[in-house]
């Protein structure tokens, strides 16, 4: 470095070492540079605030006349390398100066004006370090007050009379970093000196009332005050409702919600640390704040509609329906709750597959033995139903508690739930050796129940579902050809699962394997926030989006509606369980249980289509000529074959030996096994062959009350026989098919069939005793003789009616509709996909549906009573003539309060006539309705695929009656 000094000694110019060969610095022999001495003040602490010195090179005055001239600019274009000529100054007084003709050339070659085609050298400027990091240009006074810093601000706002209009005068400045750190632990939730927690306000509130920063007005800091109070609360009161559901109310889904909230506020705790903890400004404290507190104030709104009343279904309808709403909002909130739904209802869906048997049921099973249990929206407990005669009749079973099942669930998918889970039971208690029996979970892969959000999610299901349903029928096929093959695998399977921890027999290898892996485990750390957990990465995402106030409302159609959510979520793994489970227990109860066999009882010997029964009861309970099974004194029996002699005696009700001996043998000696009846052919069963008849089938007493029994003692009353009934009662695996109520209607139709039995035998005997040679009864009038013949036109008509139209048609129908569900069933092949109709409940259903068409084709419904009534007054004077018709027949004297013949044919042709009447208004109502609704047709259980098209069975009751209008011509 040549430094460069005045007369006096000191430095007034510096000229770096390079700059000493550069064509700018041109240095003469003769001319010299003072070299520095070792008092000469250094380069970096050189002093040049002398602002009075014009240059920092010394040129001197020049004066000359013409130094305006523009020099010769002719060489202008040389080349660099070109030395460049210099222009001669004629001066006469030119000074010269020692050491200075190099310092002049070179301030003269810098002039832009004489060479204007080159750049003009620039001046050498001083750099110091101190200008670097600050400019050391005098700052101009500020224009604005918000230019002046904070000070002016806030002396501006402390003014009197408030010329800003701000209104902070009275609010306290405090230090920025402490009260930006206190907002950021309100919104946290936690105190400081600055807010504190009042319990019985169940809020934070600040320790100053007002308070503001350096450089900001009170109204601007209330604004961020008041978002990080309000995120505060809200988490506060999260946190303080998940203390509770485990304290208070540790129900399954409340027990779910608390912990998806504990973990996304860990969550919101670890991303705010994350980001930062001290903020320096407002702006970066609202921006870090911002989510935080649309995310806890929205999971807050949830949790105030929660009451604690509330059960595990309406928790679930609420969050269901909190989430739909999220799907109109931000996008961030709307995977969050979306998450939070498939979390909260973790132990509901846990339930539903441990019911329909895509999961093992963990715990004591549920089962009918179980009185009084409920899980979840089953419960055991014996219903009590009344027919529409008002008939109470108990059943113990599992039954559906529908207040328990949460309202979004279509009606359809939860009867599938209930009827899934309802026949698998029945699987597992009466066939423990079958396939279903056993949990299969763990031998094939059975697809999850979760929620399905969008198409693709929801077509993958199906898939998994499809291959999931030939998976498990391959496997029940295999089990019904190799037997208990698979179970035992699956078996052996558990066992090895169950005893992988045990230690003993294992070798010294596998015992410090096993153990350098537990050591390896037990040091791995700790995360406090799973990073694989689906809720964990929706609350990161939803804390971390890019634009916090954009609303993205989806156009596409990616996503199926709300309301089509449970259908496609639980539909295909609800229904496909129904499907195989259904076909199974009815392949059970038509091949183990015989349900063919059953119900062919039922319609035999409640139904009377068993002529030889028929025909046995009648004897045994009106036939005059057997040997009364009445006990007398002194009278021996004969042995010969007994009856109750209904005609016949005095006495009134039988006793209950009586009835024994009377109605003994009556049902065994009638009852041809089907088994046995195929293998003898036509010529049924062999001699000595003995016959048990199923399920406990015999006679008893029916329960009537007082007025009942008074009306049973008269023996020519119509009610003399209501007090005897046929008990059954149906084997526990037939339960969900001949159910308490289906029993409740075969006895009803016993009831009236047995009245029309006795009034077949009466006509038939009124007709002997009427025109029989060997009656008494001489010259009966022309009223007996119509009486007689009109009376047994009347039953026999009616008998037929209701046996061969009211009971057999429906019968048949039935009987067509069992033929295809075990045909079905039968030539269902391997891989085959069962029918949806296959079902134990399908059948109950049918079966119901059977009984009820009878029962109206029998006037036995409660819209009937009236013309019941008409037929129990027609029935009545028919036995009250064949009581005076018996009493001539025996040619004993008829007393004077006896009614004559003649006025008991008068008012049996009246009765018969208003039945008529009555029975064809029926008629022509039901044709009526059947015009509106299918033409002239009505079509019975075409849902389910019976196809039958029946008439109104009324009107071929008239046409036996009255077909050539007999009674109404008159």
């Known amino acids: 470095m040549s430094d460069e000094h005045d007369r006096d000694g000191n430095v007034f110019f510096a000229v770096p070492d390079f700059w000493k060969s550069s064509k700018w610095l041109h240095q003469d022999e003769d001319s010299q540079l003072a070299e520095p001495t070792k008092s000469s003040t250094s380069f970096f602490t050189l002093d040049l605030n002398d602002r009075e010195r014009p240059s920092i090179f010394h040129v001197p005055p020049i004066e000359c006349n013409n130094f305006f001239v523009l020099p010769d600019t002719g060489h202008a274009d040389n080349d660099d390398d070109t030395p460049l000529p210099t222009a001669s100054l004629e001066c006469d007084d030119k000074p010269h100066l020692e050491g200075q003709d190099e310092v002049d050339r070179t301030d003269i070659d810098g002039d832009f004006w004489l060479y204007p085609g080159k750049p003009a050298p620039s001046a050498p400027e001083y750099r110091t370090w101190e200008a670097f990091t600050g400019s050391a240009a005098e700052q101009d006074k500020p224009v604005f007050v918000t230019e002046a810093g904070p000070g002016a601000f806030d002396a501006l706002i402390s003014l009197h009379g408030d010329p800003l209009r701000l209104g902070s005068a009275d609010y306290t400045p405090v230090d920025p970093g402490p009260y930006l750190d206190a907002l950021l632990f309100l919104a946290l939730g936690r105190e400081s000196v600055f807010f504190s927690w009042h319990g019985h306000s169940r809020s934070f509130e600040p320790t100053l009332p007002k308070a503001r920063l350096p450089g900001y007005s009170g109204r601007v800091l209330q604004g961020v005050q008041d978002r990080c109070l309000r995120c505060g609360n809200a988490i506060r009161n999260l946190k303080t409702f998940a203390d509770h559901a485990y304290s208070t109310d540790p129900t399954p889904c409340r027990v779910a919600l608390a912990s998806a909230l504990d973990k996304a506020l860990l969550v919101v705790q670890s991303h705010v640390a994350h980001l930062d903890q001290n903020p320096r400004s407002i702006i970066q404290l609202e921006s870090v704040i911002y989510r935080v507190s649309e995310l806890a104030v929205y999971l807050e709104t949830l949790i105030t509609k929660i009451r604690r009343e509330h059960l595990d279904e309406d928790v679930l309808s609420l969050i269901f329906e909190q989430a739909q709403s999220a799907e109109y909002g931000h996008d961030y909130i709307r995977h969050t709750m979306r998450e939070l739904l498939q979390r909260v209802t973790r132990p509901w869906l846990d339930f539903l597959e441990e019911w329909i048997g895509t999961q093992l049921e963990l715990g004591i099973p549920l089962s009918k033995h179980h009185v009084g249990k409920r899980k979840g929206f089953i419960k055991v407990e014996s219903e009590v139903y009344v027919d529409d005669l008002g008939l109470e009749v108990e059943n113990l079973d599992f039954h559906l508690d529908t207040s328990r099942m949460p309202p979004f669930m279509p009606d359809d998918v939860v009867q599938a739930i209930f009827e899934t889970g309802r026949n698998l039971r029945f699987i597992r208690s009466s066939h423990p050796e079958h396939f279903l029996a056993h949990p299969y979970s763990e031998t094939i892969k059975t697809p999850t129940v979760r929620w399905q959000f969008d198409w693709d999610s929801i077509y993958q299901f199906e898939r998994d579902v499809r291959s999931y349903e030939q998976t498990l029928l391959d496997a029940i096929q295999a089990h019904?050809?190799?037997?208990?093959?698979?179970?035992?695998?699956?078996?052996?399977?558990?066992?090895?699962?169950?005893?992988?921890?045990?230690?003993?027999?294992?070798?010294?290898?596998?015992?410090?394997?096993?153990?350098?892996?537990?050591?390896?485990?037990?040091?791995?750390?700790?995360?406090?926030?799973?990073?694989?957990?689906?809720?964990?990465?929706?609350?990161?995402?939803?804390?971390?989006?890019?634009?916090?106030?954009?609303?993205?409302?989806?156009?596409?159609?990616?996503?199926?509606?709300?309301?089509?959510?449970?259908?496609?979520?639980?539909?295909?793994?609800?229904?496909?369980?129904?499907?195989?489970?259904?076909?199974?227990?009815?392949?059970?109860?038509?091949?183990?249980?015989?349900?063919?066999?059953?119900?062919?009882?039922?319609?035999?010997?409640?139904?009377?289509?068993?002529?030889?029964?028929?025909?046995?009861?009648?004897?045994?309970?009106?036939?005059?000529?057997?040997?009364?099974?009445?006990?007398?004194?002194?009278?021996?029996?004969?042995?010969?074959?007994?009856?109750?002699?209904?005609?016949?005696?005095?006495?009134?009700?039988?006793?209950?030996?009586?009835?024994?001996?009377?109605?003994?043998?009556?049902?065994?000696?009638?009852?041809?096994?089907?088994?046995?009846?195929?293998?003898?052919?036509?010529?049924?069963?062999?001699?000595?062959?003995?016959?048990?008849?199923?399920?406990?089938?015999?006679?008893?007493?029916?329960?009537?009350?007082?007025?009942?029994?008074?009306?049973?003692?008269?023996?020519?009353?119509?009610?003399?026989?209501?007090?005897?009934?046929?008990?059954?009662?149906?084997?526990?695996?037939?339960?969900?098919?001949?159910?308490?109520?289906?029993?409740?209607?075969?006895?009803?139709?016993?009831?009236?069939?047995?009245?029309?039995?006795?009034?077949?035998?009466?006509?038939?005997?009124?007709?002997?005793?009427?025109?029989?040679?060997?009656?008494?009864?001489?010259?009966?009038?022309?009223?007996?003789?119509?009486?007689?013949?009109?009376?047994?036109?009347?039953?026999?008509?009616?008998?037929?009616?209701?046996?061969?139209?009211?009971?057999?048609?429906?019968?048949?129908?039935?009987?067509?509709?069992?033929?295809?569900?075990?045909?079905?069933?039968?030539?269902?092949?391997?891989?085959?996909?069962?029918?949806?109709?296959?079902?134990?409940?399908?059948?109950?259903?049918?079966?119901?549906?059977?009984?009820?068409?009878?029962?109206?084709?029998?006037?036995?419904?409660?819209?009937?009573?009236?013309?019941?009534?008409?037929?129990?007054?027609?029935?009545?004077?028919?036995?009250?003539?064949?009581?005076?018709?018996?009493?001539?027949?025996?040619?004993?004297?008829?007393?004077?309060?006896?009614?004559?013949?003649?006025?008991?044919?008068?008012?049996?042709?009246?009765?018969?006539?208003?039945?008529?009447?009555?029975?064809?208004?029926?008629?022509?109502?039901?044709?009526?309705?059947?015009?509106?609704?299918?033409?002239?047709?009505?079509?019975?259980?075409?849902?389910?695929?019976?196809?039958?098209?029946?008439?109104?069975?009324?009107?071929?009751?008239?046409?036996?009656?009255d077909m050539l209008d007999y009674y109404s011509s008159k």
């Open 480 to 961: 019904g050809v190799g037997g208990s093959s698979h179970n035992e695998a699956s078996m052996q399977a558990q066992e090895t699962s169950r005893y992988e921890l045990c230690l003993f027999g294992r070798d010294e290898e596998e015992l410090e394997r096993r153990l350098l892996q537990s050591m390896a485990t037990l040091s791995q750390p700790n995360h406090a926030v799973p990073s694989d957990d689906d809720l964990v990465q929706a609350v990161r995402r939803c804390l971390s989006a890019d634009e916090p106030h954009e609303i993205n409302i989806r156009s596409d159609f990616s996503s199926p509606h709300w309301s089509l959510l449970p259908v496609l979520s639980l539909g295909p793994i609800v229904f496909t369980q129904t499907r195989i489970i259904g076909r199974e227990s009815l392949k059970l109860l038509f091949n183990a249980h015989d349900l063919r066999g059953h119900l062919r009882l039922q319609r035999d010997y409640f139904l009377c289509r068993n002529g030889m029964f028929c025909s046995r009861l009648s004897h045994a309970l009106f036939d005059p000529d057997l040997e009364t099974a009445e006990r007398t004194a002194g009278v021996a029996r004969q042995g010969g074959v007994m009856g109750l002699r209904l005609s016949g005696r005095d006495t009134w009700p039988p006793a209950s030996s009586e009835l024994r001996l009377a109605l003994m043998g009556v049902l065994t000696e009638t009852y041809e096994d089907p088994a046995k009846q195929r293998q003898t052919g036509e010529h049924g069963r062999k001699p000595g062959d003995t016959k048990e008849v199923p399920s406990d089938l015999s006679f008893t007493v029916r329960d009537l009350s007082s007025e009942e029994i008074d009306k049973c003692i008269d023996p020519d009353g119509l009610e003399a026989l209501d007090f005897l009934r046929l008990a059954y009662k149906p084997p526990s695996a037939l339960a969900s098919i001949i159910t308490p109520m289906v029993l409740a209607q075969y006895d009803r139709v016993f009831w009236l069939l047995l009245r029309v039995l006795r009034m077949l035998y009466t006509v038939n005997q009124l007709f002997r005793d009427v025109t029989a040679r060997e009656s008494r009864w001489r010259d009966p009038d022309n009223a007996s003789v119509r009486f007689c013949l009109e009376a047994r036109h009347f039953v026999s008509s009616l008998s037929s009616y209701f046996l061969d139209v009211g009971i057999e048609m429906p019968w048949r129908d039935f009987e067509r509709k069992l033929d295809t569900v075990e045909g079905e069933l039968l030539d269902c092949r391997e891989g085959a996909v069962p029918n949806s109709d296959l079902s134990p409940d399908r059948l109950r259903e049918l079966h119901v549906s059977v009984l009820e068409r009878i029962m109206s084709a029998l006037i036995l419904r409660k819209r009937h009573q009236p013309v019941l009534k008409l037929l129990d007054d027609i029935f009545r004077v028919i036995l009250c003539f064949a009581k005076l018709s018996r009493l001539h027949a025996e040619g004993l004297n008829v007393g004077r309060d006896q009614e004559k013949p003649a006025e008991l044919y008068k008012v049996f042709r009246r009765n018969v006539e208003v039945f008529l009447t009555v029975c064809r208004g029926m008629a022509e109502k039901t044709s009526n309705r059947g015009h509106r609704s299918e033409g002239s047709k009505t079509k019975a259980w075409d849902e389910r695929g019976l196809g039958v098209q029946e008439d109104s069975p009324i009107a071929q009751l008239l046409v036996k009656l």
